[in-house]
Structure formats: structure tokens, C-alpha cells
């Protein structure tokens, strides 16, 4: 599902543009669904993610947030078993890998700044990667909207952000920016130092993460705690062995 050259810009930079994997309806459909939770759910949104003692941050300022999305539709079963996905997942964990959440961000207007990070307690020793996520963009990414930066290569450095920058708050010399239309999809290796920036716009800035980790690991969102009989019944044993329930 991914060509060699694909592959290899992944390992080398961290990060990898899929391209527009969903249609302007798909697009349209999921941000009416997310409306739908946001309402339903109200103060309640993203309560999953504080329940889970394996997410450090689970309630942001300036940023909306839904949780435990395996279980709230059919709509959002794509997020993790698109094989294009699966195949850059697969690229940078190997075969042994499993869903650790699937979460909804939305940077407000005049917030979103995050500091450069990555998503594991230290660096990594020999390319052994424990973590990988994949960005689902639900409004164009832009350089004014609060897209997401990224530090092309920092995935094989020995030192992380807070260590080496004065502030990781400020913006890197060497960072990118995720710019891209509504639909796409960029797989980023989490050892890879990123961040959210400032929503400079009036409007929120929406996206889902799929984020994935090494089968030995403890999931962020356990789906064995929140999955239910209908979500069994409907993905079928692929979709249960990447939910490893």
C-alpha cells in the first residue's frame, strides 16, 4: 500500500503525506457527526481521556476534545483500518502493533500553541519505535489556522525537545508545517518532535488522531474497558485484532 519511496521518506524525515484519503462528503459527514458528540456530550467531551492514567494531558486549554471515537459510529471505523494507514503504521512499528486511541482535537481560535514534543518518555535506542500516529484533517490546514509543525528528522536525535530549547514553545529553526487540504492524511512517527500552533483564525481548526503503539504496550484509551457489542459485531476479526479485544 506504499511504495518503497514512500517508505523511506517516512524513515528518514518522520513524517509522510498519504494524500487526500477522504471525499469532501466523508469529510462533511464525520464534522456533522462530531458535531452531533460535541453537543451530546457537552461538558462531559473527551471524559475518556482523563479516566486513562497513560495520557498526560487529557484536558487542554483552548482546544476541544472528543474520546474512545471506536465506539461512536461506524463512520469513524476507517480511522484505523485504512490499509494505507496500516501500511505506513506498519512501516515505522513492524507487524506487532495495536489502536491505542482514537481522539478528536480541534484548536479554538487564538489557542492551540503546544510546545515541540513527542509522544514517549525518552528517545529511542536503535530505531525501536514504540509509538506512531496518523492526522486526519477536517478543515484545510493552513499557516494561520493552527496546523500542526513538525521537525523533519528529529525522530533519530538523542535529545529531546525540553532539553535542548530555552523554550519548546518557540518555534524551531528546522520545523515544517502540516499544509494541506480537508481529507488528508499524514502518518508521523511519534518520536518525532511536534506540536500544535496558534489558531490564528475565527474559526476552530478540526482533526482526528488514530494513534497507534507496540503490541506490548498499555493502550492510551483500554478498548477492552469501552468496547461494545455492536462495535464487536461490526468490525469484524481485522478490526478486533487491531483493537486487541
Known amino acids: 500500500m506504499l511504495t518503497k519511496q514512500e517508505i523511506e521518506f517516512l ?3 518522520g513524517y509522510l503525506n498519504l494524500g487526500q484519503l477522504l471525499t469532501a462528503e466523508q469529510v462533511k459527514q ?3 457527526r462530531i458535531e452531533e458528540l460535541m453537543q451530546s456530550e457537552g461538558e462531559n467531551a473527551g471524559a475518556e481521556l482523563a479516566e486513562s492514567k497513560y495520557i498526560r494531558h487529557p484536558k487542554e486549554e483552548g482546544a476541544d476534545r472528543l474520546a474512545n471515537l471506536v465506539n461512536k459510529g461506524p463512520i469513524f471505523d476507517v480511522f484505523y483500518t485504512h490499509p494505507r494507514v496500516l501500511a505506513g503504521i506498519e512501516a515505522v512499528l513492524g507487524h506487532a502493533y495495536k489502536l491505542s486511541s482514537l481522539n478528536y482535537r480541534a484548536a479554538k481560535p487564538n489557542k492551540g500553541l503546544q510546545k515541540l514534543h513527542v509522544d514517549w518518555k525518552n528517545t529511542v535506542v536503535n530505531g525501536s519505535y514504540k509509538v506512531c500516529n496518523s492526522i ?3 478543515d484545510d490546514f493552513t499557516a494561520h489556522n493552527g496546523s500542526t509543525r513538525i521537525v523533519p528528522k528529529s ?3 538523542s535529545t529531546l525537545p525540553d532539553e535542548v ?4 514553545n518557540d518555534k524551531h529553526p528546522d520545523e515544517i508545517r502540516i499544509i494541506a487540504p480537508a481529507g488528508s492524511v499524514f502518518i508521523f512517527n511519534s518520536h518525532v518532535w511536534h506540536g500544535g500552533t496558534t489558531n490564528q483564525t475565527d474559526h476552530d481548526r478540526r482533526s482526528i488522531h488514530s494513534y497507534f503503539c507496540t503490541r506490548e504496550q498499555p493502550q492510551q484509551i483500554d478498548q477492552k474497558k469501552y468496547i461494545t457489542e455492536e462495535t464487536l459485531q461490526r468490525i469484524g476479526e481485522k478490526g478486533r485484532h487491531i483493537l486487541d479485544v
Open 11 to 13: 524513515d528518514t524525515y
Open 165 to 168: 530549547m530555552v523554550d519548546p
Open 136 to 138: 486526519w484533517l477536517f
Open 155 to 157: 525522530h533519530k536525535l
Open 30 to 32: 464525520v464534522n456533522d
